[in-house]
């Protein structure tokens, strides 16, 4: 973005901009280090939820066949009860891989990719102001 730099006439001012800008840069560098370990750490849940929620799944269809062969009686009860546990768990992780999963990885990506683009526009505001500081400096 061209800034209107040409109407600050003191390096006074210059400076006052120089410190708001860096504060700010210093702030967005925090938020991006805080957004790529965020970013690991959803990469990694997600895979895992991933794998968990598959094996689950594969139980219940596993169970789900025992449970089909079973003759009335405590097994078929039993095997039941593992199904009622096994959809819960599936339930469970479901519900964590919308806070954690592929979806709040993205988000987490966008959010990086955000503050990336931020703390470009703001080097580019310390550049121009910087080179002004210069001009009127002398």
């Not at 925090?30 to 849940?45: G, H, I, P, V």
């Not at 895979?47 to 594969?58: H, N, P, T, W, Y």
């Not at 768990?89 to 955000?114: H, P, Q």
Request: net charge negative; glycine share 2%.
């Amino acid at each position: 973005m061209n800034y209107s730099v040409h109407t600050l006439t003191q390096v006074a001012d210059c400076n006052v901009l120089l410190a708001l800008a860096t504060k700010e840069k210093a702030d967005l560098t925090f938020k991006r280090l805080s957004d790529e370990r965020m970013t690991a750490r959803f990469t990694e849940t997600a895979l895992e939820l991933d794998a968990a929620l598959q094996g689950v799944i594969a139980e219940i269809a596993a169970t789900e066949t025992i449970i089909s062969v079973l003759p009335d009686g405590p097994s078929k009860d039993e095997a039941m009860d593992k199904k009622t546990r096994l959809e819960y768990k599936k339930f469970t992780i479901e519900n964590r891989r919308e806070s954690y999963g592929s979806v709040a990885l993205l988000e987490k990506e966008m959010d990086l990719a955000r503050v990336n683009q931020e703390i470009t526009e703001v080097d580019a505001f310390i550049t121009a102001i910087e080179t002004k500081k210069q001009e009127l400096a002398g």
